[in-house]
């Protein structure tokens, strides 16, 4: 029925002082933060609102201190908008496609032809976007404020690349999403950012800050090199660890891969 439906229903926008948080129960709150999308809706009544995202608290057992976890939407690039996600654990970035239609690879090496299509004209990161985006996030590393400060508490960040386009298909994904974890890396090699690629078959926990396996279901810190393997025509990607790297033989982690595919996934094409 519809009042049943609609009756806890709240609106979120994008709040300093926090007033439009929603609680959702004693362990979960959700704030909405601002994201850079201009709707058709916006267009067309002139309401001023735009997309947001969302910041979703998730309050841990023992812990005084929630976990954070960031989902900006669909939005491009901003100072303003990553500042808001400083002090998430998980940050799942949209970046939609490579670059947007009719932009030409060579400019990506001019500032003023990046900045001009990426940052000013479009409606999604993109790869130069999610690249500043990951790169912001690097230079305000998380804090733990229990463990006295910046250098004993620095704590590492998960950001998940999701919202792919058809067009990176062909294992572009998990190349993509490696390229840029190994340039982390040796950007810093105390490792305060890992990027995965996001699946149907990502697991993970924000607030321990660990990862499951898809082969033997256990759960390992955003430290460990899980790889990632796609199986199937759709290309859904998994998650290994080292120890099932070594112990399962491919045909093995296949077989595992087909069983915990999704129904519509496990379909063949005709």
Known sequence: STPEVFKDTRLLKPS???ASDACLDDSLEVLGTKALHEDVSRRAHHHGYDSIGVIVKIKGVDDETPALVGLPSDTKYSEEVVRQYEGCSVVCVHIGSITPRNFKLVDYFLEEKTCEEVLARKQHLYLPGAFWFIMRLMESPRVDMRAGGAERGRRDRLVVLSEFGEEMSGGLRIDLAGKLDSWARDRDPKRLVRVVP???GLVV????????CSCC???????TELKCESSGDSEQIFYVCPSCRTVLSQDDRTTIFRRKQTPLMRMTRP
């Open 205 to 212: 926990d924000p607030v321990r800050e660990t990862m499951l």
């Open 217 to 223: 279901e256990q759960y390992y810190p955003w430290s």
């Open 198 to 200: 996001g699946d149907v």
């Open 16 to 18: 300093d002082d926090g």
